[in-house]
């Protein structure tokens, strides 16, 4: 732990050895040496201003797509909260704070008439789908993208645009320990009842071929397809992970409390009693069979953080 360092002064909440295995859809993981929740924009760039250069910084969302291994992770680790989860319309422009829902955002857009329904059934929150370029049905936050804010590990706020984040495949070039605290993003017009139900058809899709009702962190595995620089497949080799793992025997595979999905195998679950070494060895085990199978070599999607215990 990192007891012998004095922290600086917040407004918000700042807790010692918190455990973050209830902040993880998974449920698992160890605890981090600070976790803090910023009031606000000023409260984060006065505390990351003031925090020593040598103390790493980690950003978290809602923990849909993360793996904290069982020994925690040595940081302070950010989680955005109410302060920043708010949701603006003005015209066909949607700004939305980092911590706002992506289900939310989609919701609220389209009760405006606004199109971001792609967002609709993505995990997560604005911040992560910034971030990882999130997309769903054909569409990406790169295509709706406008300018996003964000406070430096310096603490400086700044505003990003498309050219600074260059967006590719799940994946933008966020510098490490900066924190994106909101978005604008740009949608199409639409009548609120039509765009209503297009989303409970995502939804109903969605319900019907993953494992919505167990504990996931979404899919486990990018897709190993061709991706133009804004994240749109090419169609070259339009490859699905769950295929390769399935011709490799592993929908189902187990080790300890964690299991590959029986209904989508490249869904990672906690069955109930999984430690993050039992998650991310099968993962590992995954890999390894797909390439013994395939000669493919999958690449996680979810993030893991952290030491082993």
């Not at 939305?96 to 995990?123: C, N, Q, Y």
């Not at 189902?252 to 999984?274: D, P, Y």
């Amino acid at each position: 732990m990192t007891n012998t360092i004095t922290m600086p002064q917040v407004r918000g909440r700042l807790s010692e050895g918190r455990s973050l295995a209830d902040l993880t859809w998974l449920r698992v993981g160890g605890p981090a040496d600070w976790l803090f929740q910023p009031a606000d924009v000023a409260d984060l760039a006065d505390f990351l201003r003031a925090l020593p250069d040598d103390m790493p910084v980690f950003p978290m969302g809602v923990g849909s797509n993360l793996i904290v291994r069982d020994g925690g992770l040595r940081a302070v680790v950010i989680r955005l909260g109410r302060g920043f989860n708010g949701i603006e319309v003005d015209g066909t422009r949607v700004t939305a704070g980092a911590a706002a829902l992506d289900a939310h955002v989609a919701r609220k857009s389209a009760e405006a008439g606004v199109d971001l329904t792609f967002l609709r059934t993505i995990p997560g929150a604005i911040g992560g789908a910034v971030r990882m370029n999130a997309g769903c049905y054909g569409a990406y936050v790169a295509d709706h993208f406008v300018e996003a804010q964000a406070v430096t590990r310096a603490g400086e706020v700044v505003t990003l645009t498309a050219d600074d984040l260059n967006f590719r495949y799940r994946q933008t070039d966020l510098p490490e320990g900066w924190v994106l605290t909101q978005a604008t993003f740009e949608g199409g017009e639409g009548e609120p009842d039509a765009l209503a139900s297009r989303m409970e058809e995502q939804l109903a899709k969605r319900d019907a071929t993953q494992p919505t009702k167990d504990r996931t962190a979404g899919s486990t595995f990018r897709n190993p397809a061709g991706f133009s620089s804004t994240g749109r497949a090419d169609d070259v080799h339009d490859l699905k992970a769950w295929k390769l793992i399935d011709d490799a025997g592993m929908r189902g595979a187990r080790v300890g409390g964690a299991q590959m999905s029986e209904k989508h195998s490249n869904f990672l679950i906690n069955t109930g009693e999984a430690t993050a070494e039992d998650l991310e060895s099968l993962g590992e085990e995954v890999r390894k069979r797909v390439f013994q199978s395939s000669g493919i070599e999958l690449h996680w999607e979810i993030m893991r953080v952290g030491e082993k215990s």
